[in-house]
């Protein structure tokens, strides 16, 4: 049977995000922070008290980079427009969005956080051999820059994960794909182990990686966009301390979308394929699972997703369903309880197509970026996690 590797989704996402975020009449050019930016105001969602319960029992340790960061009243992001690189620091003040900040590069930018230590952010991809930057800048706006070492060419991702610590540490991944430990303020980087890896999360003093030393093979694996049957091959899951003692594997079977709530580490398994609906093709993606970091249970979640999100209430999971004649697929985004998998409430996501926006969760809902090409202007939306409408 053959299997249809899902790199065409990836390369329009990669598209999207470019034509969505930093378009050159978004930037006004490239005049530095100086420029007005024209957006419309975004607004928070009030969440009723009662949905407040669950965050505290499931709490999270660390938080994220991503290409949409929302933290109190501050909002940026990182996108890229032909040449121009860069990210924006928004605040919310009077109902409106003011830029705070802008920061220009000269090559691709991924990862941002935004909190009580200020920007950080990476620079630099590996499938183009460049450098890759940490670059960290504090409350006072002074940058301090972080040389990771030169990518691998061809490899995958651009740039991997970025994570902040509970205690301001921050967890990146270096240009041979070691995972670096370094001071909120960006001094004294460290590796904390010579295993290469493509995904990490972290939990209670652990780190969860996916081993791209141990790899789960797969075969006559078929390339829709080649039109070529090949080998394919998938990083196992393994955990290591803080300080890169007691390595341990986890899974026998290949991982990707690696992503965790509190002790809950969440996976695609790859030895549990799932086939989209109206798809001719087995598409190779895998039905995610969930590691029970406090129990050390592994149990599958049922659920067949091509995409998921971590919040506060449960899984957000993105499911393929019947919409047209034609049998094309659609999706409808469902909120999932963690320990079992088991469908909670289906969320109003509008319009919104599961790989078309890049999203970022917070309590108050999944915040999504969009460009509104006719007006020029951004636009943010959320999609409340409590079952209401979207703000649309």
């Not at 899902?6 to 990669?14: H, Q």
């Not at 607004?43 to 499931?58: Q, Y």
């Not at 990083?235 to 986890?250: A, I, K, N, Q, S």
């Amino acid at each position: 049977m053959k299997r249809t590797a899902n790199t065409l989704c990836r390369t329009v996402l990669v598209l999207l995000l470019a034509a969505l975020c930093l378009s050159p009449a978004a930037l006004g050019g490239a005049e530095g922070n100086g420029i007005t930016p024209r957006l419309v105001a975004f607004t928070r969602i009030d969440i009723p008290s009662g949905f407040h319960s669950l965050p505290e029992a499931v709490p999270a340790d660390y938080s994220a980079g991503a290409d949409l960061v929302i933290w109190e009243d501050t909002l940026a992001f990182a996108a890229v427009s032909g040449s121009t690189h860069g990210v924006r620091v928004l605040v919310q003040e009077n109902g409106a969005l003011r830029t705070q900040a802008e920061y220009l590069e000269e090559t691709y930018v991924s990862g941002v956080i935004a909190d009580q230590y200020g920007v950080a952010y990476m620079v630099g991809g590996p499938e183009y051999g460049q450098a890759i930057e940490l670059v960290v800048v504090g409350t006072d706006g002074a940058a301090t820059r972080i040389p990771l070492g030169l990518g691998e060419l061809g490899r995958e991702p651009a740039v991997g994960p970025l994570l902040r610590l509970s205690d301001g540490r921050l967890l990146v991944l270096d240009g041979e794909r070691h995972i670096t430990i370094v001071n909120a303020d960006g001094s004294a980087p460290r590796r904390v182990s010579d295993i290469p890896a493509e995904q990490f999360v972290y939990h209670n003093q652990n780190i969860y990686f996916t081993n791209l030393s141990d790899l789960a093979r797969y075969l006559d694996v078929y390339i829709e966009e080649d039109d070529a049957t090949i080998d394919a091959a998938y990083p196992r899951l393994y955990r290591m301390r803080l300080d890169g003692t007691h390595v341990e594997r986890l899974t026998d079977c290949g991982v990707r979308g690696l992503v965790s709530k509190g002790p809950y580490i969440l996976y695609q398994n790859m030895d549990d394929l799932f086939v989209l609906p109206g798809s001719e093709e087995e598409d190779l993606l895998g039905t995610v699972w969930c590691y029970n970091a406090q129990t050390g249970a592994l149990r599958t979640l049922g659920i067949d997703s091509p995409l998921y999100m971590p919040t506060p209430y449960g899984l957000a999971a993105w499911l393929p369903e019947i919409t047209d004649e034609e049998n094309c697929p659609g999706f409808a985004l469902v909120l999932h309880d963690y320990q079992n998998g088991k469908p909670l409430y289906r969320l109003d996501a509008g319009s919104l197509y599961w790989y078309a926006l890049p999203y970022f969760v917070t309590n108050d809902g999944i915040w999504v970026i969009s460009h509104d090409y006719e007006e020029g202007v951004f636009e943010f939306f959320a999609i409340p996690l409590d079952g209401s409408d979207t703000n649309w």
